[in-house]
Antibody, heavy 121, light 105 residues
C-alpha cells in the first residue's frame, strides 16, 4: 500500500525558517515525482511544483519560485519542502502527493494527510 | 491555462444526479482530472484523462469531455459524496479549478 506520511503541524514566527517532510512507503520513491500543493485557509488547491527524487529534477510553479525549496533524500524515501524566511501569507496546509506516472506533469494518485503551517507573530 | 468550475455550490438530495462542469481557457484534449476533498481530508483522485476512474472509485462517478469542456457526473448521490470537487489540468504545467462545493441535503 502506498503511504505518504507528513511531518506534524508547525507554528512559526515571521522570518523564521522551516523544513517539512513527506516520507513515502509502499513504492519506490525514485520512480515517481512528488508534488507539493498548498491550500490556504478556506481556499482551493494550488500546485507549487514537483521534484523527481530519482534525479533531483525540480520544476517550480513561478508563483512560488524563489520562496520555497524542494529537496529529497532517497536513502530514507523522504521529500522535503522548506522556507528560508516565512511570512504570514505562508499560513496554509501543505500536501505532498505522488504522481500516477513517471512524467512530472501528471495526476496525483496518493496524497499525504497534509502539514498545517501557521505563521504568526 | 485557467480552469473555471460551475456551479460554485450545488445542493441536492440523496439519489439525485449531480452534474459538475469544468471549462478550460484553451484546449486540453483529454488532459483533465477530477478530485474529491472532504472536510479535514486530503484530496482524492476520482477521474483522470477526462474519463478514466481511478482505482477504487465507485462506478457512480463518471467523467466526460474533451477540448475545453468537461463534466463530472455522480449518478446517484449518497450522503458521503458531500465534498468539494476540483478539476486539474496537466496540458501546460498544472493548474486546479476553484472547486465546486456539493452539499447533500
Amino acid at each position: 500500500e502506498v503511504l505518504l506520511v507528513q511531518s506534524g503541524a508547525e507554528v512559526k514566527k515571521p522570518g523564521e525558517s522551516l523544513k517539512i517532510s513527506c516520507e513515502a512507503s509502499g513504492y519506490t520513491l525514485t520512480n515517481y515525482w512528488i508534488a507539493w500543493v498548498r491550500q490556504m485557509p478556506g481556499k482551493g488547491l494550488e500546485w507549487m511544483g514537483i521534484i523527481y527524487p530519482g534525479g533531483s529534477n525540480i520544476i517550480y510553479n513561478p508563483s512560488f519560485q524563489g520562496h520555497v525549496t524542494f529537496s529529497a533524500d532517497k536513502s530514507i524515501n523522504t521529500a522535503y519542502l522548506q522556507w528560508a524566511s516565512l511570512t504570514a501569507s505562508d499560513t496554509a496546509m501543505y500536501y505532498c502527493a505522488k504522481t500516477i506516472a513517471a512524467s512530472g506533469y501528471s495526476w496525483l494518485d496518493s496524497w499525504g494527510p497534509g502539514t498545517l503551517v501557521t505563521v504568526s507573530s | 491555462i485557467a480552469l473555471t468550475q460551475s456551479p460554485a455550490t450545488l445542493s441536492l438530495s440523496p439519489g439525485e444526479r449531480a452534474t459538475l462542469s469544468c471549462r478550460a481557457s484553451e484546449s486540453l484534449r483529454t488532459s483533465l482530472a477530477w478530485y474529491q476533498q472532504k472536510p479535514g481530508q486530503a484530496p482524492r483522485l476520482l477521474i483522470y484523462d477526462a474519463s478514466n476512474r481511478a482505482t477504487g472509485i465507485p462506478a457512480r462517478f463518471s467523467g466526460s469531455g474533451s477540448g475545453t469542456d468537461f463534466t463530472l457526473i455522480i449518478s446517484s448521490l449518497e450522503p458521503e459524496d458531500s465534498a468539494v470537487y476540483y478539476c486539474q489540468q496537466r496540458s501546460i504545467s498544472v493548474t486546479f479549478g476553484q472547486g465546486t462545493r456539493l452539499e447533500i441535503k
